[in-house]
Nanobody, 121 residues
């Protein structure tokens, strides 16, 4: 039905930057909110940032002022610009989206496969 594919992960030193991208494809009527989550080794998955269809954004306190989420609705894409990265940002980052499909016209949740971000001190 719908696939979310992330890209842009990698390894950087503390203070560096990365830009994650997520593209949704498949039987898409529209997309409501799009979000980025992350899960560190041994930790729980946590919300990093979210953006609604009318571009209202929210951020975890730990990333405010350093991360920025943006979307290109025409391309079904969401980006996460991550600046001033810290070792504690190391995690697998997952794209999440509420997608309206012919079978779920109100929307249902889809997840990407995740992309690794590693920040060294």
């Amino acid at each position: 039905q719908v696939q979310l594919v992330e890209s842009g992960g990698g390894s950087v030193q503390a203070g560096g930057a990365l830009r994650l991208s997520c593209v949704a494809s498949g039987s898409i009527i529209g997309i409501n909110a799009m979000r980025w989550y992350r899960q560190a080794p041994g930790g729980q998955r946590e919300l990093v940032a979210g953006i609604t269809s009318d571009t209202y954004t929210t951020y975890a306190e730990s990333v405010k002022g350093r991360f920025s989420i943006a979307r290109d609705s025409a391309k079904n894409t969401v980006h996460l610009q991550m600046n001033s990265l810290k070792p504690e940002d190391t995690a697998v980052y997952y794209c999440n989206a509420d997608v309206r499909t012919p079978w779920s016209p109100i929307g249902r949740e889809f997840w990407g496969q995740g992309t690794q971000v590693s920040v060294s001190a």
